[in-house]
Structures are given as structure tokens and as C-alpha cells.
């Protein structure tokens, strides 16, 4: 079949090659280039945050958990597997999507920093998504799908068999879906100071902000902020002072690392992914797979399995 999928995010460049290896016709349509989406900015650490429902989440993650575990073999994908730690201040029971990774160790005692109670130490994927997304863009042209410049007003004045809408927050105006709700997310990137495992603490999720520190080849990402139906898209320099101190307690080198760039992006949320099949007026049918939230990279490939699933 023809297929035209709309966005060319994480979620698009994948549904668009899982499609293509499926036998059909498929090309990409969309206002951004893919180092101008949200999956960007992204930290890309394998993680299932704000993402519903907890079942179908914990199979599209633990899909892709596997094949970026492969990607991270091969050179240039952007992909490398990273050890590292969530921690808690309170005692915490064992995660939902616990069953999507191969191995997760408690953290406690002496190796907890002061204030905290508990923990959990596991090795995820880490994705470099400037190179991570580079590396898709050339997988999209050795399939030889098209791609092409187009701001959609409409899904139905889409050509194509069969439309998949992978527009991410763009579908709260294009569906439209009032339940969309952009979470804004901050983040400091600085100079590499020889970390290679990562830290996470999102016991402040509640109060617009989490802490991580991820590190990739030449850079580490920190952050961060999860600001509900904010959508200005400026840093804010006392925001990122403070993304710099809460990092800096927990990882010290943050406090002397040179910056690099700060940058914002905005959480596609919703009260649950959106993947599913519907008619459009003309008679096509659309598969719209689209909220995932702060999760994208950690379901992408789990979804585009789905996705062609939906359309066969």
C-alpha cells in the first residue's frame, strides 16, 4: 500500500522504516526537519516517564528496550548501553515496567547519597539523539522513502492509502485531541568531565521538576523541569541555575563542567497513548500514534511494530 506517515520525530522515523520492511510504499511528510523536532532535545535515556497505560507501555518499552540493546552494537547509531540510578527519599516498591528490563538491583546503605532511602540500579540504553536521529535519517533515504516539507492542516487531504499520524503534540490542533497537554521540559547541555553512568531523581515530578544527569559521547545532558501547559520555549537562566545545583548535589563534577547549550522542548502528554486505527471521512483509515509523553524514545520501535500490525 501507499502509505504517508505525518511527523518526523522518533515515532515517525521509525513507524516510516518499520513500514518500508514491511513491503510498502511509504513517504514522510512534515513542517520539521528531525533535528528540529522535540526528539531532539530529548535526554534519550531508556525510560518509561509520563506514559499510560502502564501494560501496553511496559510491551511497546520492553520491544524496544531489546532492539536498541542491538542498535548499541553497531557503530554510528547513537546508541550505547549505560549503567546507572534512580533514587528515591522514601522507600519505593518495585517499578511497573520492571518486567520490560533483563536486570535491576536494589541500591541502599552507604552507596545512597544523604537524604535518600532508597534505590535501583540497572543498565538501559542511552541515546545520542543528534546522531541517534542523523543515523535514522539515513535509514529513511536506504529505503528510498520520500520525505518532503509539508505543513498538514487536514489528515484527510493526505495522500496515501493509509495515513499514520505521528505528529506528537501537533495533534492537539490537527485531530484535534483537547486531551494533549505539553509538559515543558528545560535542560542544560555540558562539556563531557568523564562521567559514564547516569543518575535520575524524579521525587519533585509533582512540583515541575526532576533530576538527571546523562551522559553521552561528548556531552552530558542535564535537566530538568516538567512544567504542565507551559509552552514558552526560552531557556530560562534561573531555571537552569537551578537545573546546575540540584544536578551538582548529586553528581559533583556538574558544578565545574563548561556549558555547552541550554534548550527547551515540550512533553507530548496525554492520559494515554494514542496508537489505534480510525476512518476518515474520504474511507481511508489513519492510525494515529501520538502522547507518548516523556517516553518516545523508550516505545518508539515497540510502537512502529504496532503500528504496521494496525495497518496490515
Not at 539515513?138 to 499520524?165: K, P, Y
Not at 490542533?173 to 563531557?192: F, K, T
Not at 543518575?199 to 561528548?218: C, F, H, I, K, N
Request: hydrophobic share 45%.
Amino acid at each position: 500500500m501507499q502509505i504517508t506517515v505525518v511527523g518526523s520525530g522518533i515515532i515517525g522515523l521509525n513507524a516510516a522504516c518499520r513500514l518500508a520492511d514491511a513491503g510498502h510504499d511509504v513517504r514522510i511528510v512534515s513542517a520539521r526537519r528531525p533535528l528540529d523536532t522535540t526528539s531532539a532535545i530529548a535526554a534519550a535515556i531508556w525510560y518509561p516517564y509520563r506514559a499510560f497505560p502502564e501494560h501496553d507501555v511496559t510491551r511497546w518499552s520492553a520491544v524496544t528496550y531489546t532492539e536498541l540493546t542491538a542498535l548499541a552494537e553497531i557503530d554510528g547509531t547513537g546508541v550505547r548501553m549505560r549503567a546507572g540510578r534512580e533514587l528515591f527519599r522514601a522507600t519505593t516498591p518495585d517499578p511497573w515496567w520492571m518486567s520490560a528490563v533483563p536486570g535491576m538491583d536494589r541500591v541502599g546503605g552507604v552507596d545512597l547519597p544523604d537524604g535518600y532511602a532508597d534505590g535501583f540500579r540497572l543498565r538501559v540504553p542511552v541515546i545520542d539523539m543528534s546522531v541517534h536521529l542523523e543515523w535514522l535519517t539515513v535509514q529513511v533515504a536506504a529505503r528510498e522513502i520520500a520525505t518532503e516539507s509539508v505543513v498538514v492542516g487536514d489528515l484527510d487531504a493526505v495522500a496515501g492509502d493509509v495515513i499514520v499520524n505521528c505528529t506528537g503534540l501537533g495533534s492537539r490542533e490537527l485531530v484535534p485531541d483537547a486531551s494533549m497537554v505539553p509538559v515543558r521540559g528545560q535542560v542544560v547541555v555540558v562539556e563531557q568531565f568523564g562521567l559514564d553512568e547516569w543518575t535520575l531523581d524524579d521525587s519533585d515530578d509533582a512540583q515541575g521538576w526532576l533530576t538527571y544527569v546523562v551522559p553521552r559521547e561528548d556531552t552530558v545532558v542535564l535537566g530538568g523541569t516538567a512544567q504542565e501547559s507551559r509552552e514558552d520555549l526560552v531557556p530560562q537562566p534561573e531555571v537552569a541555575a537551578r537545573i546546575i545545583e540540584r544536578c551538582a548535589a548529586l553528581v559533583p563534577g556538574v558544578a565545574t563542567a563548561k556549558i555547552r547549550h541550554h534548550r527547551v522542548g515540550l512533553r507530548p502528554a496525554r492520559p494515554a497513548v494514542r496508537l489505534e486505527r480510525e476512518m476518515l471521512a474520504s474511507g481511508r483509515p489513519v492510525i494515529h500514534c501520538y502522547g507518548h509523553g516523556g517516553a518516545g524514545v523508550t516505545m518508539a520501535r515497540g510502537c512502529a511494530a504496532e503500528v504496521v500490525a494496525l495497518v496490515a
